[in-house]
Nanobody, 120 residues
Framework: VQLVESGGGLVQAGGSLRLSCVASGFTFDDYAIGWFRQHPGKEREGVSCISAGGSTTFYADSVKGRFTISSDSAKNMIYLQMDNLQPEDTAVYYC??????????????WGKGTLVTVSS
């Protein structure tokens, strides 16, 4: 099983980035896929989740209206479009998969993360 994130980088406040995650080694449509982030010195937190099969999405209040999660099951890809980025969005972003996990509360597999840095 593998989850590999990409797309992180340095961006100015107000800018955009799109994170990608490619999944392999499990039945993609059976898993909820989520994006999590960890700020320096803080615990990891949930950012967004897309349900198994892709019919439902969830967002943390802090990113609602700015971030959009999507998936492409044909390519086993998950995306996180991040707009109007702010310095407080600076974190390592992780992609994770959980078997039929409701709102991504229990995740089975994790990627290694990609760093997003937003300058003011």
């Amino acid at each position: 099983v593998q989850l590999v994130e990409s797309g992180g980088g340095l961006v100015q406040a107000g800018g955009s980035l799109r994170l990608s995650c490619v999944a392999s080694g499990f039945t993609f449509d059976d898993y909820a896929i989520g994006w999590f982030r960890q700020h320096p010195g803080k615990e990891r937190e949930g950012v967004s989740c897309i349900s198994a099969g892709g019919s439902t999405t969830f967002y943390a209040d802090s990113v609602k209206g700015r971030f959009t999660i999507s998936s492409d099951s044909a390519k086993n890809m998950i995306y996180l479009q991040m707009d109007n980025l702010q310095p407080e969005d600076t974190a390592v972003y992780y992609c994770a998969a959980g078997w039929s996990s409701y709102q991504c509360t229990k995740m089975d597999y994790w990627g290694k993360g990609t760093l997003v840095t937003v300058s003011s």
